[in-house]
C-alpha cells in the first residue's frame, strides 16, 4: 500500500476521495436521490421533463390526462410517501410502550468510526501476531498478514461489543420491568413478547406498564453476550500485552548480548570516543576488564530504561484497547432497539425522521408542491408543442394531488377486492366445514337408533354396518354433493361411484337433513302465527 500511494500517488488519493464521497453518497442516500432527480426532471433537451412533453398522446385508460403527465406523477409518487394516521399512530405506541420510542439504529458514520478505530488498535499488535503465524515469512508478507489478522480481530470485536451493548440495554428494561412488577405483587402474569404490530397497540391498555414492555421485549434478562464479550475482550488485550513484551524482551536480549560480545572483542569504540583497540598502546589488562565492566552496565542499564518504557507503553496501549471496547457497547446501548419489532416498525414511520404525524403530512406537502411545479412546467410545454404543431390543444388542468387522490381510490378499490375474496372464501370455507360437522353429528345420532332396528330394515342396518372411520368420508361425498347445486344429473353419477355401504349411509344423512330442514320450516311456520 505504501508502495503504491508513493509512486502513482494521483492515482491512490483518486482512489481516496472516490470512496470518502461514496461514503458520503451513502449515508445521505435519501437527500442525495431526491436532489438528482429533480435536477434530472429539469435538465434541458435530455431530461425528463424535455423528453415527456414530446409525447402529446393521452391516456386512454385515464381520460383527461396525457400519458406524459401520468408518468411524472408516478416518478414522484416514489418520493411522496403518506401513510395512514392510525397505523402511523399504532407504530408510535408500540415503540412506547416497548421502550424504543426517541430511539434509532446507530449511524453509519458511527460504524465506520468505530471499525476504523478498532483497526488501527488492532494494527499495533496484529503485526507482531503477524511474525508468529507466518513465521520465516518475507517483510511483505507478514505486512499483508498484519492486515488480514487486523481486519479479523476489528470485525469479531466491533460485532461482540454492539450485541453486548444492545443485550445489555435489552436486559436492563426487562430487570427494571421485572422489579416493579414484583412490586405489583406478580400480578398479572408477565408475556414474553407476545404482541406484536400485526396487533391493536390499545389491546393491552387495562395492563401496568411494566407488563405492557415485556409483551413486546420479552420477560427474561439475559447477559450472556455481555460476559463473553468481556472475557474475549480481557483475553486478547492480554494476550496482545504479554506477546509485545516477549517480542520487546527477545530485541533486548539479543542487542545486550552483540554489545557484550562487542566489548569483550574490544570492538566497541571507548566512551571518550577513542578506539584504544586500533592503536599499539593498550591499557592494562585490570584497567582494560574495568572499562568492559563499565560497558556493559551502561548497555544494561540502557536495556532496563527501554524495558521500562516498553511494558508501560504496552500496558497503556492495552488501557486504550480496553477502552475502545467499553465504548463499542456504549454505543450499542446508546443505539438499537430493544423490542422484537421497534426495528420494523421505526422504519416503516420514515427511521426517526418523523416526530408526529404533522411531520409527516408536512413532508408530504413540500414534495407534493415540488411535484405539482414541475407537472405544471410539463404541461405548458405539452400545450406549446400541440399549438405549435397545428392539433387542436386542451387545456391541461390535472394536478398531483388529483393523481395521487385517484392513485389511492385505485388502491382501496384493490383492497377491497381482495377483501371480498378473501371474506367469500372464508365463508365458503365456514360453510363446508359447518355442513360436515352437520352431517357428522347426524351419521352419529342415526347409528344408535339403527342398532335395535330389526335386520330386514336395509337403511338403518347399511348405517349401523358402516365403521366408525368412514365420517370422514361420508362428510367428504356430502360437501361434493352440496357443492354441485342443483345439478341432480351429476349428483346421482356421484353416488353411482360409491359403495353399497357408503351410498346407504350418505342417503340416510340425506333424508336427516331433509327432516331437519322440514323441522326448521314448521317451528318457522308456528312461530309466525304465534
Known sequence: MKEFFQTYPLLAWSVVSTLC???????????VKWWWFNTWV??????????????????????????????????YKDFAHIQDEHDFNEKKTY???????????????IWALTVAMVFVEAMGFSYVLAGYTIPGASENLQQTGAYGIAFLI???????????????????????????????GCEPPLKDGTLGLDEPQSKDNHEPACNQLCSRVGAHPNYF?????LVFVVVIAGFATYVRGQVLEKELAARVTLAGQQITQGASPAADGMDMSAGAVRLPGADEASDNIAD??????EASLDRHGGWATFIILAFIFVFLQI????????????????????????????????????NYRRTADTAQARLAVLQQRIMKNTGDSGTVGTRLKKTFRDFMQESRELDEADRDDQRRHAEASAQKAAKAAALAAQVAASAAQAAPAAAPAPAPAPAPAAVAAAPADAAPELAEVLARLAALGEDKKAKLD?????????????IDALRAQKAEAERKARDAEVEGLL
Open 21 to 31: 464521497a461514496a461514503v458520503v453518497i451513502m449515508l445521505l442516500w435519501e437527500k
Open 42 to 75: 429539469s435538465f434541458p433537451v435530455v431530461g425528463r421533463i424535455a423528453r415527456l412533453s414530446r409525447d402529446p398522446s393521452a391516456d386512454q385508460s385515464f381520460p383527461g390526462w396525457y400519458t406524459a403527465e401520468r408518468t411524472l406523477c408516478q416518478e
Open 95 to 109: 415503540l412506547k410502550k416497548a421502550g424504543d420510542n426517541g430511539r434509532s439504529a446507530m449511524p453509519g458514520w
Open 154 to 184: 476489528s470485525v469479531v470485536l466491533v460485532a461482540f461489543t454492539h450485541l453486548a451493548g444492545h443485550q445489555l440495554y435489552r436486559s436492563n428494561l426487562i430487570k427494571n420491568a421485572r422489579k416493579v412488577w414484583v412490586a405489583n
Open 225 to 229: 453476550l455481555c460476559w463473553g464479550t
Open 296 to 301: 556493559k552496565k551502561a548497555v544494561a542499564d
Open 327 to 362: 465504548l463499542g457497547v456504549i454505543f450499542g446501548f446508546r443505539w438499537g432497539f430493544a423490542g422484537k419489532e421497534s426495528s420494523q416498525a421505526n422504519r416503516d414511520i420514515g427511521g426517526g425522521r418523523y416526530s408526529s404525524y404533522a411531520a409527516v403530512r408536512e
Open 494 to 506: 356421484l353416488l353411482d361411484t360409491l359403495s353399497s355401504e357408503t351410498r346407504a349411509a350418505v
